[in-house]
């Protein structure tokens, strides 16, 4: 029985130019909890992908002309629909997802305040008048929204990796075709309905869903009509649609995978220090691009923290969003269970120890137990890998120095993460850090109004903050002569 089909926002086809679009084929969307099927929906191809790519070209000219208070108006009024729909929203996330109620609430807070602060921000996209050289000449710039953007999404924020992309390239004057991951596209699609209530023009929002993302993001990324491509999800997949995009040139943005550490200093506060490491590691079920996923924890107070963290985990509640008070819900899928059971495989092999969990949930499905692993090294492959689940392993260090090696070890600079208080202390690591975000004595680091993303092979490009509209925008020199 499809459980959610009490839900007005929910939605099978697919949006394209202001149509809702069927398609040949559907595929199922699971409730990654217990399986149950939740909607059929439309398995498009390449050419509703192309569809999309003309609708999103046609509606250019009008969306660009219309002025960013214009622009801002209906973001505004998107923004409000969603915040009106917070719980309905929620459902759908928890649904399609399986986090816990109170997270998919916070998701749906923290994805609209990201349409709230584009809107806004998108009205001071400023030029510049530049001092000229020569007497007979004034030199000045243009900042105006690059084109088309493609959208490509993962399912572990299934609301707010969409708007954190989607926000700011509309704020822009941009339009935009987006591709939900296979796993969540009823939030997708959700977001396609409230837009089209808050008003938004046939063409200027486009979803496509489907299962055949090789094919779809073949034509996404060859369309010259295209101009830039943001993307969320994998390293491996970025680096793909990375070279694909090269024929084309198109402004790239990637968030791609990451593997932060999160270093304890012996002058730490305990507590702090656990309440931190809790959230920055267990939030998503561990499935979160910035979670910790090396626990760096120094010869001082290794012990102290590794039973505290440890009895903390242990207490957590494991179950499915639709039961109250459950604070860790399933993972996506069984391939995500089998990648934590092959790191705490490898990790017991070579000699770490099993403080607190180390197997499937007696629930049975997608269930994993919180886990926390002691002794663990950097030769093991939960030290070098995203585990992406709900996996601690406890990392001992002897200084700073051998602290800030370990961390900055490896391809990838997300996030990072340190207790500390001694205020030299934290202007040193956080210098010395190899991240795009670093959490200092703080383990919830995301905001709309703060520059989310990585260096190294963690990506490219900023969303958020000021910056995250620089990503939607070309600066165009306009040279006027002969004054
Ligand atoms: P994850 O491991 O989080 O699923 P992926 O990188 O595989 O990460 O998926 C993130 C998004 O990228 C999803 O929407 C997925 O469908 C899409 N995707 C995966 N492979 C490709 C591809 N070859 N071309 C375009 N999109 C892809």
Same mark, same amino acid.
């Given at each position: ?20 679009? %069927? ?76 986090? /816990? ?9 923290? *994805? ?35 084109? @088309? ?18 926000? /700011? ?28 209530? +808050? ?33 969320? *999800?994998?390293? +491996? ?8 995009? +090269? ?81 860790? !819900? /399933? ?25 607190? !969990? ?79 975000? @670093?959490?200092?004595?703080? !383990? ?13 092979? %963690? !990506? ?6 000021? +910056? ?16």
């Amino acid at each position: 029985m499809n459980t959610l089909s009490h839900s007005s926002l929910l939605r099978e086809q697919a949006y394209i130019n202001g149509q809702w679009l %069927s398609g040949a084929q559907q595929f199922a969307v699971h409730n990654p909890a217990s399986g149950a099927l939740l909607a059929q929906v439309a398995d498009l191809g390449a050419a509703e992908t192309r569809a999309a790519i003309a609708a999103a070209h046609a509606a250019l000219p009008a969306w660009q002309k219309l002025t960013a208070k214009q622009r801002a108006a209906m973001l505004q009024r998107w923004h409000a629909l969603i915040l009106q729909h917070q719980q309905e929203l929620a459902d759908l996330i928890s649904q399609e997802q399986g986090k /816990p109620p109170a997270e998919s609430m916070g998701e749906i807070a923290y *994805g609209a305040s990201y349409i709230e602060w584009f809107a806004e921000e998108g009205k001071r996209v400023y030029g510049e008048v530049i001092p000229c050289p020569f007497a007979d000449k004034r030199l000045v710039t243009l900042r105006q929204g690059v084109g @088309v953007v493609a959208a490509i999404t993962p399912w572990n924020f299934p609301h707010a990796m969409i708007t954190r992309k989607v926000a /700011p390239a509309l704020a822009a004057g941009c339009t935009v075709v987006l591709k939900p991951a296979a796993e969540t596209p009823l939030s997708a699609l959700a977001l396609a309905a409230l837009a089209e209530q +808050a008003g938004l023009p046939p063409g200027v929002f486009n979803v496509v869903t489907g299962t055949d993302a090789v094919t779809i993001g073949a034509e996404l990324t060859s369309s010259p009509l295209v101009r830039a491509l943001s993307f969320t *999800g994998s390293t +491996a997949v970025g680096k793909l649609l990375m070279r694909q995009c +090269a024929d084309t040139v198109k402004k790239l943005g990637l968030e791609l995978g990451g593997n932060a550490p999160f270093i304890v200093f012996d002058d730490a506060d305990l507590d702090a220090a656990v309440q931190g490491a809790l959230f920055a590691k267990f939030r998503n079920s561990g499935q979160t691009c910035v979670c910790a996923n090396r626990l760096l924890v120094q010869d001082g107070i290794y012990r102290a923290f590794a039973e505290k963290l440890a009895s903390a985990v242990a207490a957590l509640q494991v179950g499915p969003a639709s039961e109250a008070g459950m604070q860790q !819900g /399933p993972l996506i899928s069984q391939a995500a269970v089998a990648k934590v059971q092959r790191h705490i495989a490898n990790a017991v092999s070579l000699g770490a120890t099993v403080l607190t !969990g180390g197997a499937a949930h007696a629930r049975g499905g997608n269930f994993f137990q919180p886990t926390v692993l002691a002794d663990v090294t950097e030769q093991m492959l939960v030290a070098q890998e995203e585990t992406f689940g709900p996996l601690a392993p406890l990392i001992r260090f002897h200084d700073e120095a051998d602290a800030i090696r370990l961390a900055n070890n490896g391809e990838s600079g997300l996030a990072a993460y340190f207790y500390s208080r001694d205020i030299g202390r934290c202007w040193r690591v956080a210098e010395a850090i190899e991240a795009g975000m @670093v959490g200092i004595n703080e !383990g919830a680091i995301s905001t709309e109004v703060a520059p989310f993303g990585g260096i190294k092979q %963690s !990506g490219l490009g900023r969303e958020g903050g000021r +910056a995250g509209l620089e990503e939607f925008i070309e600066t165009k020199y306009l040279c006027f002569g002969g004054i």
